[in-house]
C-alpha cells in the first residue's frame, strides 16, 4: 500500500553548499561546511547544530529584524553574523572573514554505516589568525555514534589561543569540571577549561519568533592540541 508518510534520508550532504545533515538515534546534526560567500551568509563554516528527541541543543541564533545595516558593508558587525556566536572558535582572538575564499577545505563525509560523520580543515575562513600563527591548521570532525548514542566533536589545532564557542538554547548548569547538564542532555569536554556561560538577551522582535527565552554561550579556554565534546 502507499504510505503518505514522507521519507527522510538518514544522512545527506549538499557539496555545492557546503550543507550537511545526518540522523542517528535521538540525534540530528547539522553542518556548514562550505564558504563565507554565500546569498544572506553567516560567518559560520565549520559551524553545526544539534538536536535531542526534536528539542534544540546546540543552536543557529538566526538573524535580527533586517535594517538598512543587514545589507550594508557593517553587516558583520551585527552579533549574529559573527562566528565567535555560532558553535566555532575564536582563534588568536580573531574570528573568520566574509567571502567565498574563506571556506572550509579538505572536507570528507562518512554518508553510510552506524557513525555518519563529517570533517574538515577550518584554517582558511581565519586569516588574521593565519597571520599570527604561520602555517595555522585547524581541523574538525563531527561524528554521529550509533553504539553510545552519542555525538562526538574532536578538534585539532596547532594554535595556542583558541577559545570554543557553544550557543545553546536551554541553560547550562556546571554538574562537575569538565561536565555540563544542557537540558535533557550532557556534554563533557577534554582539552578546554571552562572560561564563561553567557546569558544573550533575545530582545529583537524578529528572534522572538524563534525562541521563547534568552539563550546561552558556552565559552572554553583551549589547553591543549586536541578538543573532544561529547554530548550525551
Known amino acids: 500500500a502507499y504510505s503518505a508518510a514522507p521519507r527522510h534520508h538518514l544522512t545527506v550532504w549538499y557539496p555545492s553548499v557546503?550543507?550537511?545533515?545526518?540522523?542517528?538515534?535521538?540525534?540530528?546534526?547539522?553542518a556548514k561546511f562550505g564558504s563565507n560567500g554565500d546569498s544572506h551568509n553567516h560567518n559560520d563554516t565549520?559551524?553545526?547544530t544539534v538536536y535531542k528527541d526534536s528539542r534544540p541543543f546546540l543552536i543557529d541564533i538566526g538573524v535580527e529584524?533586517?535594517?538598512?545595516?543587514?545589507?550594508?558593508?557593517?553587516?558583520?558587525?551585527?552579533?549574529?553574523?559573527?562566528s565567535g556566536y555560532h558553535n566555532l572558535p575564536t582563534i588568536c582572538g580573531t574570528d573568520q572573514k566574509d567571502g567565498v575564499e574563506y571556506r572550509a577545505e579538505n572536507v570528507m563525509t562518512?554518508?553510510?554505516g552506524a557513525e555518519p560523520s563529517i570533517s574538515m580543515e577550518l584554517a582558511a575562513a581565519y586569516p588574521d589568525a593565519g597571520a599570527v600563527v604561520p602555517g595555522l591548521t585547524y581541523s574538525r570532525?563531527?561524528?554521529l555514534k550509533k553504539s553510545s548514542n552519542t555525538v562526538v566533536l574532536e578538534d585539532h589545532t596547532n594554535a595556542q589561543d583558541v577559545i570554543l564557542n557553544f550557543i545553546t538554547y536551554e541553560k547550562p548548569v556546571i554538574l562537575f569540571d569538565g561536565k555540563l547538564s544542557i537540558g535533557e542532555a550532557s556534554a563533557s569536554f577534554e582539552g578546554a577549561d571552562l572560561l564563561a556561560i553567557e546569558t544573550l538577551p533575545i530582545t529583537d522582535a524578529r528572534l522572538k519568533t524563534a525562541w521563547d527565552h534568552d539563550l546561552y554561550r558556552i565559552r572554553l579556554k583551549g589547553n591543549d592540541a586536541s578538543f573532544r565534546l561529547t554530548i550525551q
Open 110 to 112: 562518512e554518508l553510510t
Open 65 to 82: 529584524s533586517y535594517t538598512k545595516k543587514t545589507f550594508s558593508p557593517q553587516r558583520y558587525e551585527i552579533w549574529t553574523m559573527q
Open 141 to 143: 570532525r563531527v561524528t
Open 46 to 48: 565549520g559551524s553545526i
Open 18 to 30: 557546503g550543507i550537511y545533515a545526518a540522523r542517528q538515534g535521538s540525534w540530528v546534526l547539522g
